[in-house]
């Protein structure tokens, strides 16, 4: 078993074992910060909440231009460059070129900010954010050897020496500047350790002198990656900064804790997407058996998030509660309805991913450009009357648009369809006695948790009665798993 969990075998045991380390890391990781979070929200109150958040949004808009993409090049290219180490050592060059020419545009930006609240932490975030693109630039040499087991103690590290630090700093001076340098000191010390480990393991490429002609080459090999980053940002992200210009900070601290609930459900097939990827990489000419497996992860996929989607519905008013109180009240209606999101975007990071791996981003970028072109258009329209649930209009209308034309194209790549149908459409029926339930236990006060726990039974229970053939296979691998124990 401890061989299943620290060595690549096979492409299969690969992803089991990347997905069982990132699955730790980000659930230790995230308990620690999900707590660490409520009580800043709660201790800030809505609109200190949101002067922190839009500057997190802000800064990620000026640094999303310090990754044009390196680190998802590095992954996909490392093993097919083994001969040739000169050519990652000329993108280690560039991404620290990079990292230093957006430090001085982000130092620009500064002047032209109004709001003393927000200057009063900016170059706090802007350091925090040159930390982790650092930091997760190292990470992609370890990802490339698939060890996700680094990903997963350097998250830990950094979720529990933020929280720690963020609790005593916070507490001792009642300042957004205490909340912000905590982050920073859980970056820096993750980043270090990162560092030292990769520097031992010898997995990390030194910078390589470049010419204007390698610059060239890597940034346009690289450019579609960048562009790609560019408008799922605008997608996910502008809406906050539209936001606070159209309606206040006090606008955005209520939709970020929607947002937050959303990041933090995002998290549960992150793992399994990011072990999925160095693996449809590695496939990348074996169309059918990218098919075979885009089949499964899909299904897989639309398993936790179509009941996830309703539940999160349904509980919306419950969930805010529990991890805001009341103050952020006026959360529940927008939550309740950006909750059907879910389904569309868990399908989204995968099929993006697979497009990626089959070098095709260049079409898939046109496909995402012109939703978050729709995005903005529709928040311009809907925002100034109707505040956050003009947000979450445009987000449900341009990410759906952004889902059927991007499976419209990997069907074209890939020659036939990958999807299987019928796997979705059970999920979506057994979902119902799901929701059927969850709505009977709200009516008589149970409390969340135990309705979260029934509802999951439910829904268990319902896919063993219909013979959902992807549980059924779930189970007979635990069952060998633990018959070798």
């Known amino acids: 078993m401890i061989k299943h969990l620290t060595q690549n075998v096979s492409p299969m045991q690969t992803i089991f074992k990347n997905t069982f380390w990132l699955y730790l890391g980000q659930f230790l990781s995230k308990c620690i910060k999900y707590y660490f979070i409520i009580w800043i929200a709660r201790f800030f109150g809505p609109h200190d909440y949101g002067v922190f958040n839009y500057t997190l949004y802000l800064l990620g808009l000026v640094f999303i231009f310090s990754d044009i993409g390196l680190g998802t090049l590095i992954i996909r290219e490392y093993h097919a460059r083994k001969n040739d180490p000169d050519f990652i050592g000329k993108v280690v060059t560039i991404k620290l070129a990079l990292v230093s020419i957006v430090s001085l545009v982000s130092v620009g ?32 040499f370890s990802r490339a050897h698939n060890r996700m087991e680094v990903d997963c103690i350097t998250s830990i590290i950094d979720a529990a020496l933020t929280s720690v630090i963020g609790v005593a700093l916070v507490s001792y001076f009642h300042s957004l500047q205490g909340l912000a340098a905590s982050y920073v000191l859980g970056s820096l010390s993750s980043l270090v350790f990162v560092f030292l480990l990769l520097r031992i393991k010898k997995y990390v490429i030194g910078p390589a002198r470049v010419t204007i002609s390698n610059i060239a080459h890597i940034v346009t090999f690289s450019f579609p990656f960048l562009f790609n980053a560019i408008v799922i940002t605008l997608l996910s992200e502008i809406s906050i900064i539209m936001l606070k210009v ?165 069907r074209k790549v890939l020659g036939a369809s990958f999807l299987d149908t019928s796997a979705h459409i059970r999920y979506g029926l057994a979902s119902v006695p799901m929701a059927l339930t969850v709505l009977a236990l709200n009516s008589i006060h149970i409390p969340l948790i135990p309705i979260v726990c029934v509802g999951a039974a439910t829904y268990s229970i319902m896919l063993a009665c219909m013979k959902d053939p992807y549980m059924l296979k779930g189970l007979l691998l635990l069952r060998k798993s633990s018959i070798k124990r």
């Open 109 to 140: 930006v500064y002047f032209f900010l109004k709001d003393p609240e927000i200057k009063q932490i900016y170059f706090l975030i802007s350091a925090l954010f040159i930390l982790g693109t650092v930091k997760d630039f190292l990470l992609s």
């Open 246 to 410: 159209m309606k206040g900070s006090t606008e955005v601290g209520y939709y970020a804790a929607d947002l937050k609930i959303l990041q933090m459900i995002m998290l549960i097939p992150g793992p399994f997407i990011a072990a999925l990827f160095p693996v449809l990489s590695r496939l990348r000419e074996q169309r059918d058996d990218i098919r075979i497996i885009l089949k499964k992860a899909t299904a897989l996929i639309s398993a936790l998030s179509i009941p996830i989607s309703i539940g999160l519905s349904l509980l919306s008013y419950e969930f805010i509660i529990a991890m805001f109180d009341t103050a952020y009240l006026p959360s529940v209606q927008p939550l309740t309805y950006i909750s059907l999101l879910i389904p569309i975007l868990y399908l989204l990071v995968i099929l993006d991913d697979a497009l990626i791996s089959l070098n095709h981003q260049v079409q898939n970028m046109k496909y995402t450009s012109l939703a978050a072109a729709l995005n903005i258009c529709l928040n311009l329209i809907f925002i100034p009357p109707f505040g956050m649930m003009g947000a979450v209009a445009g987000a449900i209308i341009s990410q759906s648009l952004n889902l059927f034309l991007t499976l419209r194209l990997l």
